[in-house]
């Protein structure tokens, strides 16, 4: 037995899985903390993101530069949504939900109807690394630090830019907010297209690694709702990184023990029993304990 | 006042609507001066990607019958009239649909569904109602319906053989992983089935939900297996994304699939290499060498040009509709149990795209013949060898003749008694 190589292969799935989970969830969290809206069009704004970033990809730029591109587009058209009818909708949960299923309906209709069944995806570059009789792709590792790197930058931008501390304060109460001269709807409306632009970075690196088709981000918006559902609207950032630690340790562990099939299974298990004990998610969880500790 | 307005303007454009469905409806139901073919298919959704083709081989061949003057029958030269809906990947909408078929439309045979949950959602509305039906792609096969028909190849066609040419070229050990649900599980009593007659050992065998697009951990199995071929059954977009993982953990072990390339054209939607070592048995795609299948392709692309891919559910999706014109044709009639004996005396597509087609009367599955295709690492695919035509004869294996009674049900490998051997559990 290869026990170097088998550690290693533990420990990729473990990044693998929660790179998954990160990329899918986190333009979703950013949306749902700050505007209290889930956005059941996501897998669409995804799959707008992977059609830009493949057609500019063949038309010659850089992969790259191309999945940027996809989040720019991805960014735009969020915000063109949010002016259109989300604002219409902000912190009504129930509403927002069948609003947004609505759009994705239409989104992913239309481009069928548009641009027909599918597309060729992008290759996948950056091939394999070998540790003993083990070998694994390099652009997986390479999808978990992009998700890295994009909390960072999120975490980063409303910690330390004036429209963070905006956001923030939009979050905390709106109408105080607005009362002191934020224009809470341009918050709104700049946070649904950064929202959305991640989903779009998202979508052209998932486009490197699986087909494309118009209903191609129905298949992470389960697992990306779920993450976000464990994680929490209290503290968006925080809670989506440890809901995605969780889940992709279940995943990985019970993936190995038994087979992916019960790994799938466990996921969802997992996330009904964090939500037995923690009903408002994880963020929400340390968020009332901070808060009692405090108030001792 | 307003709201009130409002509401009465919405009632008149509602009762509006309403009496042109009426006019609709009252058209189809006097138009039995047209043979109505009725097709549901997958236009919308996930599986648009495999059936929008199938369509396009239905609506070239009515075409084509209707061009040359259509059928005689019933005293009158008939032409046919298409009515096709979209299933849009949804189980629910085929169970309607098949009920608007053979009610609203009256439908004198109804094709539909891709998969075996849409085939049997749709099929079981319309038999219950003493109509026609067909299942126009590959099927796990074994069904025995007096009313139900099957143009695609089976696993008699394109599991035993292409798997017995893989035992003997690459060796015995093989690993098969494949979707949950009753095709990919019936593929895998078929590849016991072909692991026992030629001398193949199954080292792992596993089943995953729709749902798995994380492969890591099965491919580390795979490897440490190290078989001599790997069988596959993934189907759905998330399984797909196996093949990019596989090729980037360096796993090139030559694989199997029945269902990949020849319904999904996944080489035109994955970027090279990762299919390279692929191996597919089609009855039919673009790629078959011959007059007949240059011929069918052309015919599609020049009516439906933006066509990806010329699949296996065009080719069948035609063939079906030739092979329901040659028996109204030989019934005189569109009569259902005079058509279903029609059908039944061996009806031929001598020229379909795949090559010389007979559905075979006793077992309501056709005769056709398979070609071994392989990917290579552009993507382009070499035909390696042609399995020839395969008749077949797994419900005369398992005492059953269509022509004489219809048990209206599955049968499975299981069920050959001189199978028994390879399903040591049951």
């Excluded at chain 1, 991805?74 to 002016?83: K, R």
């Excluded at chain 1, 996948?124 to 070998?135: E, K, R």
């Amino acid at each position: 037995m290869d026990i170097a190589g088998q550690i290693a292969s533990y420990t990729y799935q473990y990044f693998d899985n929660l790179g998954f989970l990160l990329l899918s969830g986190i333009g979703l969290i950013v949306i749902y903390g700050v505007m209290g809206v889930i956005n059941m069009a996501h897998g669409e704004l995804m799959m707008i993101g992977a059609y830009i970033a493949v057609s500019t990809f063949y038309a010659g730029v850089p992969a790259p530069l191309a999945v940027g591109l996809g989040g720019v587009g991805s960014g735009l058209v969020g915000m063109i949504i949010e002016q259109l009818v989300i604002r219409h909708f902000y912190n009504q949960l129930l509403s927002s939900l069948v609003v947004t299923w609505g759009i994705s309906l239409i989104i992913s209709q239309g481009t069928l109807l548009l641009l027909g069944p599918s597309i060729m995806n992008m290759p996948t570059p950056l091939g394999s690394i070998s540790v003993g009789s083990f070998a694994f792709g390099v652009y997986r590792l390479v999808m978990f630090a992009t998700a890295l790197g994009l909390i960072a930058a999120t975490w980063a931008l409303f910690r330390w830019t004036k429209l963070g501390a905006q956001a923030q304060a939009t979050m905390e109460d709106p109408v105080m907010a607005s009362a002191l001269g934020i224009d809470t709807r341009r918050v709104y409306t700049l946070t649904f297209g950064l929202g959305s632009a991640l989903g779009g970075i998202a979508g052209g690196m998932f486009a490197m690694t699986a087909t494309i088709s118009p209903f191609f981000g129905q298949n992470y918006t389960p697992m990306a709702f779920i993450t976000v559902v464990v994680g929490g609207g209290a503290s968006p950032i925080v809670g989506l990184t440890y809901a995605g630690m969780y889940l992709a340790g279940v995943q990985t562990i019970s993936s190995n023990l038994v087979n992916e099939y019960i790994g799938y299974v466990s996921v969802i298990a997992a996330a009904f029993i964090a939500l037995l004990v923690m009903p408002s998610g994880i963020s929400d969880f340390f968020e009332q304990r901070r808060i009692r500790r405090m108030s001792r | 006042m307003n709201t009130l307005s409002r509401l009465s303007r919405l009632i008149s454009s509602l009762s509006c609507v309403f009496a042109l469905v009426g006019v609709f409806t009252v058209t189809s139901a006097s138009a039995k001066d047209q043979i109505v073919l009725c097709t549901i298919d997958d236009l919308s959704g996930d599986f648009s990607i495999m059936s929008t083709p199938k369509t396009y081989g239905y609506k070239l061949a009515v075409k084509e019958i209707n061009d040359a003057g259509g059928i005689q029958v019933d005293g009158a030269k008939k032409t046919i009239k298409l009515v096709s809906y979209d299933g849009q990947s949804d189980i629910k909408r085929y169970q309607e649909l098949a009920q608007r078929c053979v009610f609203n439309d009256e439908a004198d045979v109804v094709m539909a569904g891709y998969t075996g949950a849409e085939r049997e959602a749709a099929r079981k509305e319309v038999v219950r109602n003493k109509t026609i039906y067909w299942h126009n792609n590959q099927g796990e096969g074994g069904i025995a319906d007096k009313y139900s028909f099957f143009s695609g190849p089976t696993p008699e066609q394109q599991v035993l053989p292409a798997l017995k040419y893989m035992i003997k070229e690459m060796g015995p050990r093989m690993t098969f992983i494949g979707a949950d649900y009753n095709f990919c599980r019936a593929i895998g009593q078929w590849v016991r089935v072909a692991a026992g007659l030629y001398g193949g050992k199954i080292e792992m065998e596993e089943y995953f939900p729709f749902g798995v697009s994380q492969w890591q951990s099965t491919i580390d199995k795979i490897k440490r297996v190290k078989p001599d071929f790997q069988v596959h059954c993934l189907v759905g977009a998330e399984h797909a994304q196996f093949y990019p993982q596989a090729q980037a953990a360096g796993l090139v072990t030559p694989m199997w699939s029945n269902v990949t390339i020849t319904d999904g054209y996944e080489h035109k939607r994955f970027a090279p290499p990762s299919l390279a070592n692929m191996y597919v048995p089609p009855g039919y795609i673009e790629d078959v060498p011959g007059e007949a299948s240059k011929a069918f392709s052309t015919k599609i692309r020049a009516m439906f040009p933006d066509t990806v891919y010329v699949n296996e559910h065009a080719a069948f999706g035609y063939v079906a509709v030739k092979a329901m014109a040659a028996a109204w044709k030989k019934a005189g009639t569109t009569e259902t149990d005079a058509v279903i004996k029609a059908l039944e005396g061996d009806i031929s597509v001598p020229d379909a795209p795949g090559g010389p087609w007979t559905m075979r009367g006793t077992q309501h599955h056709a005769a056709m013949p398979t070609y071994l295709f392989k990917v290579d690492d552009k993507h382009k695919l070499n035909l390696i060898t042609e399995l020839g035509v395969t008749e077949p004869t797994f419900l005369t294996d398992v005492g059953v003749d269509m022509t004489k009674k219809a048990p209206g049900r599955q049968f499975l490998p299981p069920d050959n008694p001189k199978w028994k051997q390879f399903f040591p559990a049951n």
